[in-house]
């Protein structure tokens, strides 16, 4: 496989921004978990795309707190970038903050490590370039990326575990 030289976390940055719409939230008029989720998948993912310049898939999503609710006067700010490579995977960090848009007052209202595969035009996993931080935050996100990925991969394997105790039969199904 060819190998790309290594990338700044600053080349992966990525910054999407979108207002808080009714159809974004529930009947409590906050945004629904789901809505926050695909904005969070969607900039990880071109931040890895970034680092990597090739398809990049998502293969975990680490757990998402929502500390504070978005509400429909709000807007959104996502800031993503890569924070740690290994082979063929990186691990990517997002940051939710809101903002009221009448006081423009700002809380930050979520984070979330994901990863993402490298893969090329034949679905074949791909090396993907090493990352160097520069920033005391990205050095912080670096060093302590080893032992996250330590706890996902166990968790895939409890995962795996399940996935082959249930199978694909519905949980109604008449033995
Ligand atoms: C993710 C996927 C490509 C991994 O392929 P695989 O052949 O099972 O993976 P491997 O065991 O060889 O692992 C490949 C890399 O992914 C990492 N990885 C795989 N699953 C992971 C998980 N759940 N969490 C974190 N890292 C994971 C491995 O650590 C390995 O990293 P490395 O090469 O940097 O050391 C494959 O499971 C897949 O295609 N899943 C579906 C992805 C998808 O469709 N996502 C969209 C949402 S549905």
């Known amino acids: 496989m060819k190998v790309q030289p290594a990338k700044f976390c600053k080349e992966s940055r990525a910054v999407k921004t979108a ?5 974004d939230t529930n009947h409590y008029g906050t945004m629904f978990g789901g809505k926050v989720m695909s904005h969070i998948d969607d900039i990880a993912a071109i931040a890895a795309t970034r680092h990597a310049r090739t398809s990049m898939v998502t293969a975990s999503t680490d757990s ?5 609710p978005i509400r429909k006067d709000h807007s959104v700010c996502l800031e993503a970038f890569v924070t740690w490579t290994k082979r ?3 691990e990517v960090f997002v940051k939710i903050v ?6 423009g007052e700002r809380t930050l209202c ?5 990863t993402f595969v490298a893969l090329d035009i034949n679905g ?7 990352v160097v931080p520069e ?4 050095k912080f996100l670096f060093d302590g ?3 996250r990925a330590r706890k996902r991969l166990a968790k895939r394997k409890q995962s795996k575990a399940l996935a082959e105790r249930f199978g694909t039969r519905s949980f109604w199904q008449v033995e």
């Open 19 to 23: 207002l808080v719409l009714p159809p």
């Open 64 to 68: 998402v707190d929502f500390l504070h």
């Open 88 to 90: 063929t995977s990186v």
């Open 98 to 103: 809101a903002e009221e848009m009448l006081s």
């Open 110 to 114: 979520a984070t979330s490590f994901l």
């Open 124 to 130: 074949e996993k791909q090396m993907v370039p090493t």
């Open 135 to 138: 920033t005391e935050l990205e």
């Open 145 to 147: 990326a080893p032992e």
